[in-house]
Structures are given as C-alpha cells and as structure tokens.
C-alpha cells in the first residue's frame, strides 16, 4: 500500500500548499481535498497496516494541521456580493 499511496500524498502536499499559499479564496476547498486524501491514506493504513505508511500519514496530516491552523487564525473575508441596479 505504501508503494500505491506515496506518490500520490506526496503530489497532493506538493499541490495543496502551492494552492493554499497562491489562491486564497480556494483555500477551504484545497483544505477539504487535503483532507479527504488523507482519509484514502487512513483507509489503505486500515486495509493493510505498516509503520512506514503510518509515518508518512502522520508526517501528511501535520502538514494538513499547519494549513488548517493558518487558516483558522487568518480567514480570508468572503468578497460582498455585487448588487445589480436596475433601472
């Protein structure tokens, strides 16, 4: 299972911090596929346990715990919606 799943968590730490830090206002959405990768990580561990995956689940989920933290103590506004005149 470590041999199907590293590439692919190692892609998505890669892809999600390059996401979270270059578009901020898909920043919950990068967090929600980062989480979901893990939960595939976490499943694949349950399926077929071994240290060396548990160890790269753990070092992922930090990394996911660092951007969630960043983003619960800095949240971005949500832009005010456009008002349309008509008339």
């Known amino acids: 299972m470590l041999n199907a799943l590293a590439l ?3 892609f ?3 892809a999600g911090i390059y996401a ?8 919950p959405r990068v ?3 980062l ?8 499943y694949a561990h349950r399926i ?6 548990f160890t790269l689940l753990s ?3 930090l990394v996911v715990l660092g951007l969630m933290l960043h983003w619960f103590q800095n949240p971005q506004p949500e832009p005010a919606p456009e008002r349309v005149h008509k008339g």
């Open 12 to 14: 998505s730490v890669i």
């Open 35 to 42: 989480i979901l990768m893990q939960l595939v990580g976490a």
């Open 31 to 33: 967090l929600l596929v």
């Open 59 to 61: 070092l992922y989920s």
């Open 8 to 10: 692919p968590l190692l």
């Open 48 to 53: 077929q346990p071994g240290m060396a995956l």
């Open 20 to 27: 979270y830090t270059r578009f901020p206002e898909r920043r």
